[in-house]
Structures are given as C-alpha cells and as structure tokens.
C-alpha cells in the first residue's frame, strides 16, 4: 500500500489524535467540550479546531489540490491570541509526524518508508506556511492595538495629552507670564 | 482511554504543555491558582484617581496607591480580610438577588457553555457557576452553617490572597452581559455577582485604571473621554463639516447647552470622537434636522455611557445624576437617548430608582408623529431606535435605502438593550426601511441569545487585546459564517463599545466587515430637502453605482 | 473522592438506622422522634431561610429580558418571556416553575455542520429534570394516604392514575421507575460530562444518594419485601395526628427508609435543595419589565449622593466655554481675574 492510501484509510484516526494533541493543552474538563460539541457557534474554539486540523491533514494527503490557505489562517489566528510563546503554539505541527508513524506502524512497508522523507517535507512545508500566518496574525493584532491607540481614546483619557488640557496649561502659562 | 495516549505525546512534542492560565486538569480547582503575566490582565487604576474617587464618595474605593497586579503584594490594607467579609454581609442585606443567586445554584451546568469567555478561552474558571463558585465558597465560609462546620466538603474555603486574586481575574473576565442568566432555571444572574464582587474588590483598592479614570473624567468634564466643553463643541462641529461634504448642507439644527429646547439628546460621548461613533453621530444630526426636531445636545452631560456601573451603585448613581439634573437646568420635555449598550441598562433598569421620579418632565411624546412612548412613561427617556422606528412607521422618513445598497449588513443585538431591555424589534424595524441586503446571523447568536463583544463592562483596553479577541470569538464566528454565506460585509449595532471593539474584533477575525451604528445607516438613506447627489456614505465611502 | 465521600455518608446514615432500630428504644426514636425532629427543622428552617431572603430587599428592577419588550403598540411584545404586568409575570413564574421554561431554552434546533440537528445533553437535562421532579411529587402526593384516614379522593385518583398500567401485583406505579431512572440520570451526568463532574461538589452528590436511596428502599419495601403496612400507617398516621403507635411488626428497612427522609427533610434548609424557594424569589424571573414606566423605589437609596453639579462645572470650565460660543449662567467677571484656574482633579 502507499502511504497516500494509509492515509486516506486512516484519516479519521489521524485528525482525532492530531486534535486531541492541540487540545491537550487545554484544561481536561474544557478539552472534552472543545471537542465534543459539533455546533459550530456554541462552540467555535471547538468548530475552528477541528477544521483546521482536518483540513491541514486533507492537503497533506492530497496536496495542491486542497485550499489550505483560509482554513489555516483562521486556526493560525485562534492559535495566535491563546497568550503563549510561539514555539508552543506551533509545536503541535509536528506532532503529526510522530503519530502518522505510531498509528500506522502496523502497515508500515519499506515502500512507505521510501515515500516517508517527502511526507515528512510536506509537514515541515505546511509548518512553514503555518508560520508565516500565525506571525501575520500577531501582527494583526498588534496592528489592530495600534489603531486604537491612533483612534485617540487612550490618548485622550490621558491628561498629560489631552489636546484641550494641553492648550489649557499653554492658557495658564501665558496668563502667568503676562 | 485515548486521552492519556494523547497526554503523554502532547509531552512529548513541547515538554510542559502550557495551560492557559496555569491551570492543571488533575487538580481540583479550588487548588488552580490564577497566575497573572502580561496580556491576561487590565492594568490597575492610577493612585491619583483612586484617590480622586475616594474624594467623591468616602471609603468605596480603597486606600489610593500604587500597585502591581504580577507582584505578590497587592498593598493591601492591613485587615482586607475583614474589609471584604464585612462587604459581603453588607451586600446580603442590600440586595436580594446577591442572598438568593448565592444560596439557591444546583450546579445543573446549563450556563457552563454559554459564556462567551469560556468559549473562547477554555478556561473553566470562565464557567459562569464556576465564576459564581469563586464567591459563593467564601460566602459558605463565612455565612452558612454548613460550610462553617464542613469547611471544604461543604464547598467552603477561606478568604486568602490567592482567592483574592482569583476574583481580580476572573471578575474582570466577565462582561456582565447576561447570556448565563437567560438559560439559568433560578434566573441566577453572574452579572448580579460580578457587579458585588467588584463592588467589593473596589473597597480594599483593586482596580483597573480603564474603569476608574473614564468614571472620573465623566464626572468632572461630563464624558469619559475627559473632553471639555469647548472641545467636545469643536468636535460635533468637525461633523458638520463633514456632513456638508458628504450632502452639500450646512445644518444649523445642532446647538448645545440650550435653554428652553424640547428634548434633551444624550449620547455616549465616543459618537462624537472616536471612529466610526462619529457617523453614527452624523446619522442622528441629519435625522433631528430632517424632521425639523427642537433638541439640544449638553456638553456637562454628555456622557450617556456610565462607567459607574463598572465600579459600585454609589458612583453608578452620581454619574447618572447628571441626566436628570441637566435636564431640569434647561427645562426640557423629555430626554432622548443615543445608542449606547450599558448606558441604556443603566437608564432602563437603575436611572429612575436612583435619580427619580423625574415629575419635572413629561410623558415623551415624538412631537412628529404623536406617539406617546408610554413605556418610558415614568424614567422619560426614550431610545433613539424605538423614535426613529415610530417615525418610520407613519411614514415620516424620506428614506432611500438603495444608497445602502453597498452595504450587505447584520446585526448584533448589544447585550445590554437585549437582555436589560427587551429591544430587539425596533433597531430591526428600522435597518429594514433603510437598508435592502439584511441578513440575520444564526438563531443562537442574536436577540436574547446573543454573543457580547467581548470588550463590555470596562475590558476594552489594549493592554489584554489577546483576551478580548477570545472572548469576542464566538461573537465573530457567527458573524464570519454570514460573510462567508451573504457576503456580509457590515456589522451594524446599537452600542458605543461595540462600535470601538467589533471594529477591533472585525480587524483581526473578519477584516473586510465593518462597524456601524444603525443611525449611520439611516443617516445615508435619508433624502435631505435641498441636498446634493450624493456620490459618498457619511464615511466618504462610493455608493454602489458611483466610482469614487 | 467527593463522590465516594458522599456515597459513604449516605451508607453509614442506613446503616445506623438499620442497627438502631434494633436496640431497645431504637424504634421509637427512628420511627417517632427523629421525623418529628426533622419536621420540626424542615418546616423552620425552610421558612427562616425565605423570611431570610425577603429580609433583603429588592433594589433595582432587574429582569433579564428574554424576549421583546413592551415597546411601541405595533411591535409584538413577548408577553412570557419579557412580561411587562404582573398577570405576565405570573404567566412567565409558572411556565418556569412548572415547565422549567429557561431550561427547556437549551433545546432549540442548533445548525450543524451537515447539516444536521443534534440534542445536546442541555436538552436531557430538561427532560430527566422535570421527570424528576414530577415523580417526586407524585410520591410525596401518594404517601399522603399514609398520614390520612380517610384517604382523600386527589391521592386515590393520583394512585389510580400513576398505576394505570395495571402491571404486577401490588400494582406498579410509573412515577417509582421514572423517579429512579431520572435521579440515576441526573447522578450518571454529573460523573460522565468533565465539565459538570469539575463543578460538582459533595453538596451535590450527597443529596442525590440520599434521594435515591430513599426511593430504593422504597422499592424494596413495596414490590419485594413486603413490609406490614398496617402497622406501617398506623404508626404514620399517629405521626401526623399525634397518638403515634408502634408494633412490632415493623421490619428494619422502614426504619432506614423513614431515617433517611428524616435526614433529607433536616438538610433541605440548609443546602441548595432551597431552589424550591428560591426560584419564587429571584429578581431576574419574577419581576414586570416596567422599569421606564412604573418607578421602582429602593428603601436605601441614598439622596446624599449628588453628581457633581452643573455650576462647578461652568466654574471649571467658564472662560474655555464663554470663548466657545457655548451659553452659560454665570458671565465672566468683568475684568480678567488674576486668580488660577480651579485646581485639577
């Protein structure tokens, strides 16, 4: 069998391990609703999880022929506000790799181990991609926090630059003066 | 069986998996303690406006100084311990709500997953009975035999500095929006507790500068944005020009402080500041001067909005005095109110109680149409959706809704005007008549079942962007679904805070959505007499048909 | 931990009922004093608590609306869910009391990816709840024929009604089986669900046990032991008329039977079971969302607390205002004060 089939025949398998890596992080009681309830408002952690995850898992199966791009943003951008270091909120990418062998090491052929190098290229790829997004995403965010520091209510509430206290303290100096 | 297979992998992969705010599965959760690092809480209110408060109403605020919420020493008063039980007591025999929601909560789970927080964090903490749980267990220890014999197996514990640091956490992860309430077979109200408890955080000094300083702005200058009145003036005008811009008239129908005007105008001061209040804010102008309405607009009161309301009742109260108060000084009718969230939970359900009975004012009645509002027959004051529905109903409006063709919108139903006052119907009345494309989001995401922003109740400050894109999630699920479906490109809403963190919300979930105010939208259908084609929205924006 | 605590409790409770109504004197204390005690309890303490609560008053009228609000006459109200009159309110109480309304809210069709519609457990929790709590009243109705001679004609009716099925001998009532079935549902959620199991404490274990041990040893005593129940109501009926009478044919099981609901009636003040209560009082439910048009009063209102009045603020702000074309009450003094601007906050 090549891997592309093993993966296709297993696919199920493998998005439930890969996802259940991602939500081990989570407190054990939030990681069985995460993952249980299928609703996709009542529980859009949950809903954006496992599409990401299935849908990263679909265009490492079939490559190009799958549009990766807004489904891994959009997990790329759950992943970027969850208030940890960047190495932590990827590293879950590769588990793939270690549970891909793990599941499969009962059909693992010499044939699949000659495949298994461009499969492993194919994760670090995505890795990559994944990256870039969730830097974009934290770069959104920065961007977003920017903007409303410009919008000027921070400034505002801030007496030292307050535009109006500032002319008033320029009033008082001259009235001093004079 | 599956899960500690994906336990020990996780390990594998980063050796400790971080959890969100340390807290760790196996352990009970009266054992999880809240850590604090950068991004998970609101900075701590500025020593000199604790102190500019404590002026104002003595001994609510705590002793004024300054602290570090990461570091171990609060500096806290010497007997906080008994300045909170002694607050809690207090608060038991002042408020019903607050004895019965900490006596009566089975622990069914029907709020757990209702919580945007808990949602979008994952954090069971941001479980509302959980949230309750923080409270009650103290108030077990201290108030009810079984938890004073029982201790523990009683679901008591006792007061300590890492409970306090609990509530500081996870009191201010809470937007008071109700969303727990509506599910809750008691009718336990988080909201009701979140209010006691930060009531009483305040009293040993705990605090955040994002709520403290605009309550004190809005006291002394009148808005919390702290501008004066001569800026504020400015401000409005900088509008007018923009409006002649967009429609080639100058109105002259806006004047402020004026004696002797039908109707007061109160609006959340951010509607004259802050992008994109500002077209809501030409919305109503163009609207007041299309029917030729008498009103004024003050700049002492001209906060709708109450950070009050975020600290205690006492300071809630002294900010709203200045409605009723401004309105008696310039001898108005009645008072119409802009759209604001919070501000309108504060006028429907507190203003009255606190500041009334307002006799000096009469049964709002739309001097256009005739209609009296009899529902705001005793507090008089009316919100502008409910005015501007009744306008269009008899047909008052020269409306073009086809200059919002360019807009395919939505609505969020604010918590507030939808859980605190039933207004659901008259903000949708009114998007239909001026708008062609409206799409509704799913079912369980509007109306009394929808999704806070994220940002409410005093979060919306930079400093915890992170959180608050968390907890706005379920807020921009739903909205990205009817993108993705409609092509919606336009979140309309009835809410200040809204206006400022969707727009934040919507930069970084869905960025090709904007925020408006539904009287943004209304100000562009509306046919002015004597105006110009207009080629541009109020935010100069090409209509659907005229390459800008 | 907290469950088998729980569950020991209850054990040792039998089982010190079992044994104590085997020494002398033990019946009279199990089958006479203690539900008299526990009665005692159950009826003071449940009326201290609710005079408790209403002790505190109601400050601000603050129902959660959960539907449209009285507005304009042309936009349909939803007279249930955000009641604006009192008939309204008894309207929405009783749809809450009696068919649990705010839970039954958890059902509504959910979109699912599919699509396809799916009943969360919320819904379950609706269901079992109100089974619960019907077969529990049912069972309390029912075992008035123990403390009434004659029997009244609601109770027999009820009995006749609850064993329609017609199915054994003695006749097996619905409500037993339902009651049992619904309380190991409500116990299995709590364990199953991680979430429920996280916020679960003994307090909520404890009177599950205690409860479903009640009705087990009900059970037994009905369908498979067959106790004396002559004896039995004689010595019920003496409790509730005072002249109690004890035979020896009483067998030990009643005893734990009784003890335990002399135990539940005991703890019921004290505990969360004082939902029953409470749900009556509770602010957001059970008031009118009138609160623009009635005026609500608060009796601790405090008129001392002003806002910080207009004409401080003109002073603050007078010269910035007058020069801004913005009207004022009091003009500027004639010739430029030498003093300072008022001081900043």
Request: aromatic content about 12%; proline content about 5%.
């Amino acid at each position: 069998m090549k891997l592309v089939e093993l993966l296709a025949q297993k696919e199920d398998v493998l998005v439930q391990k890969w996802l259940g890596l991602v939500l081990g992080e989570y407190p054990a009681d939030a990681v069985r609703f995460l993952g249980k309830k299928a609703d996709q408002f009542a529980n859009p952690l949950g809903h954006n999880y496992s599409t990401g995850v299935s849908g990263m898992f679909r265009s490492l199966r079939v490559g190009e022929e799958f549009e990766l791009g807004p489904v891994l943003e959009q997990l790329m951008k759950v992943r970027a506000v969850q208030e940890q270091i960047p190495s932590k909120s990827l590293a879950f990418l590769f588990g793939i790799k270690r549970i891909v062998r793990h599941e499969c090491r009962k059909e693992w052929t010499a044939e699949i181990e000659q495949e298994w190098p461009e499969f492993e290229a194919r994760v670090d790829g995505l890795a990559l991609q994944a990256f870039d997004l969730f830097m974009a995403s934290r770069e959104r965010l920065f961007q977003v926090r920017l903007r409303e520091l410009q919008s000027g209510s921070y400034l505002i509430t801030d007496h030292m630059k307050c535009p109006s206290a500032m002319v008033r303290e320029e009033k008082k100096r001259q009235k001093t003066e004079s | 069986m599956a899960d500690t297979k994906v336990g020990q992998m996780s390990e594998d992969v980063v050796k400790a998996p971080s959890m969100m705010t340390g807290a760790v599965p196996t352990k009970d959760w009266m054992d999880v303690p809240a850590v604090f690092k950068p991004g998970n809480y609101c900075y701590p209110g500025k020593e000199e406006m604790a102190a500019y408060h404590n002026k104002n109403l003595p001994g609510l605020f705590g002793e004024s100084r300054t602290w570090l919420v990461e570091s171990d020493d609060w500096l806290l008063p010497e007997n906080w311990k008994e300045i909170i039980i002694q607050g809690i007591k207090e608060r038991l025999d002042k408020f019903r709500s607050f004895k019965i929601f900490m006596d009566c909560c089975v622990r069914c789970g029907a709020c757990a997953d209702k919580c945007h927080f808990f949602l979008g964090t994952g954090d069971p903490k941001n479980m509302p009975v959980l949230r309750a749980e923080l409270l009650r267990s103290v108030y077990r220890n201290e108030f009810t035999k079984a938890g004073k014999i029982l201790g523990r197996l009683a679901g008591a514990r006792e007061m300590t500095f890492g409970v306090l640091k609990e509530w500081f956490m996870y009191f201010y992860q809470c937007t008071e929006c109700r969303r727990c309430s509506v599910f809750c077979p008691y009718g336990i109200d988080t909201a009701e507790i979140t209010m006691m408890a930060r009531e009483i955080l305040h009293l040993v000094g705990v605090n955040t500068n994002w709520i403290l300083e605009p309550a004190a702005n809005s006291n002394r200058t009148g808005n919390h944005l702290g501008l004066q009145p001569h800026t504020f003036k400015e401000n409005a005008e900088f509008l007018l020009d923009d409006i002649e811009e967009v429609t080639g008239l100058r109105l002259n129908s806006l004047t402020f402080n004026r004696k002797g005007a039908e109707i007061l105008f109160v609006i959340p001061s951010a509607d004259v500041f802050a992008d994109p209040g500002i077209f809501t804010f030409m919305g109503y102008l163009l609207l007041f001067d299309h029917i030729g309405l008498d009103y004024t607009i003050s700049t002492y009161s001209s906060e709708g909005g109450n950070f009050g309301l975020f600290t205690n009742n006492e300071l809630m109260k002294k900010l709203n005095g200045k409605m009723y108060a401004e309105a008696k000084r310039l001898g108005v009718k009645w008072i119409l109110g802009g759209e604001c969230g919070h501000m309108w939970r504060v006028l429907h359900q507190y203003m009255d109680t606190m500041n009334g009975p307002a006799d000096f004012l009469e049964v709002p009645k739309s001097p256009i149409t005739g209609t009296v509002f009899e529902n705001a027959a005793s507090t008089k004051m009316v919100h502008i959706s409910e005015f501007t529905a009744d306008l269009i109903k008899h047909n008052k409006l020269k409306l073009d809704p086809s200059r919002n063709n360019h807009r395919k919108v939505t609505f969020h139903d604010s918590c507030n005007p939808a859980r605190g006052m039933g207004m659901l119907d008259e903000p949708r009345e009114v998007i239909k008549a001026v708008c062609n494309n409206f799409y509704e989001m799913p079912e369980n995401t509007i109306r009394e079942q929808t999704f806070c922003c994220g940002s409410g109740t005093g979060l919306n400050t930079g400093e915890i962007m992170d959180l608050r894109m968390k907890g706005g999630l379920p807020r921009a699920n739903a909205v990205k679904h009817v993108r993705d479906k409609f092509g919606v490109n336009t979140l309309s809403c009835v809410c200040a805070i809204d206006r400022a963190t969707l727009l934040a919300l919507m930069q970084y979930w869905n960025p090709d959505v904007e925020v408006c105010g539904v009287s943004e939208l209304v100000g562009n259908a509306l046919i002015m007499e004597g105006e110009k084609e207009r080629e541009t929205g109020l935010r100069f924006e090409p209509l659907e048909g005229s390459e800008g | 931990m907290r469950i088998l605590k729980s569950l020991g409790i209850v054990l040792v409770l039998m089982l010190v009922a079992y044994l104590g109504a085997a020494v002398p004197g033990g019946p009279a204390l199990f089958g006479v004093v203690f539900p008299w005690l526990a009665f005692l309890i159950f009826v003071g303490g449940f009326i201290s608590k609710v005079v408790g609560w209403a002790k505190s008053p109601v400050p601000f009228r603050i129902p959660t609306t959960c539907g449209q609000a009285n507005s304009l006459p042309w936009i349909k109200q939803n007279k249930l869910d955000c009641p604006s009159t009192t008939m309204g309110v008894i309207g929405r109480m009783l749809l809450e009391i009696f068919a649990f309304r705010s839970l039954f809210r958890n059902t509504r069709a959910e979109i699912h990816d599919g699509p396809k519609l799916v009943y969360g457990s919320s819904k379950y929790l609706w269901l079992f709840g109100l089974m619960f709590h019907y077969s529990f009243l049912v069972i309390v109705v029912r075992h008035m024929r123990l403390f009434t001679d004659p029997v009244p004609f609601f109770v027999q009716a009820l009995e006749f009604g609850d064993g329609f099925l017609q199915v054994g001998a003695p006749v097996l009532y619905q409500s037993d089986l339902i009651f049992l079935g619904a309380v190991t549902f409500l116990f299995a959620r709590r364990v199953v669900l991680p979430a429920i199991r996280y916020i679960s404490l003994p307090a909520d274990y404890f009177p599950l046990f205690l409860i479903f041990a009640i009705g087990a040893t009900g059970v037994l005593m009905r369908y498979f032991l067959r106790v004396d129940v002559v004896s039995i109501k004689q010595l019920t009926h003496g409790l509730a008329t005072f002249q109690p009478v004890l035979s020896g044919n009483i067998s030990g099981i009643f005893f734990v039977h009784i003890f335990l609901v002399s135990i539940l009636m005991a703890y019921f003040p004290f505990s969360k079971l004082m939902h029953l209560g409470g749900v009556f009082l509770s602010p957001t439910r059970n008031l009118a969302n009138n609160s623009r048009m009635v005026r609500h009063i608060n009796p601790w209102n405090d008129p001392s607390i002003k806002p910080h009045s207009y004409a401080s603020y003109e002073d603050d702000f007078r010269e910035f205002m007058v020069e801004a074309g913005l009207p004022v009450d009091k003009e500027l003094p004639p010739k430029p004060a030498a003093e300072d601007a008022p001081a900043e906050s």
